[in-house]
């Protein structure tokens, strides 16, 4: 069972950066699927980024393009998400979702993937004006 934790966050104004960061572990899988989603009460949950390690890809919300970018540590299966230029609707907590694979996956890892296995509690990003 892959767990997946979230840490960093936190508050900025309106144009600063913030980061987050997501590690999976326990059990070892040769590729990760893994992705970052935001939530904000009342509203659906949104994918933001998502992004494959055995395939090389990621894929970003349009609402996050040029202003959010990923980085992977695949050997200590990490995916940090680098929050610029933050708008107040950025707002939201922040969940990574995680699953790993030895074979190709049935589905293919972007904001539509549907079968992530495990999710984090969630990190909190407050922007202000």
């Known amino acids: 069972q892959v767990e997946v934790a979230e840490s960093g966050g936190g508050s900025a104004q309106a144009g600063g950066s913030l980061r987050v960061s997501c590690v999976a572990s326990?059990?070892?899988?040769?590729?990760?699927?893994m992705g970052w989603f935001r939530q904000v009460p009342g509203r659906e949950r949104e994918g933001v980024a998502v992004s494959d390690t055995g395939v090389g890809t990621t894929y970003y919300a349009d609402s996050v393009k040029g202003r959010f970018t990923t980085s992977r540590d695949n050997g200590k299966n990490t995916l940090d998400l680098q929050m610029t230029k933050l708008e107040v609707g950025d707002t939201g907590t922040y969940y990574c979702?995680?699953?790993?694979?030895?074979?190709?996956?049935?589905?293919?890892?972007?904001?539509?993937?549907?079968?992530?296995?495990?999710w984090g509690q969630g990190t909190r990003v407050t922007v202000s004006s």
């Open positions: 979702a995680a699953v790993g694979y030895n074979s190709p996956l049935s589905q293919r890892c972007d904001l539509a993937f549907s079968w992530f296995s495990s």
């Open positions: 326990g059990f070892t899988y040769r590729h990760y699927c």
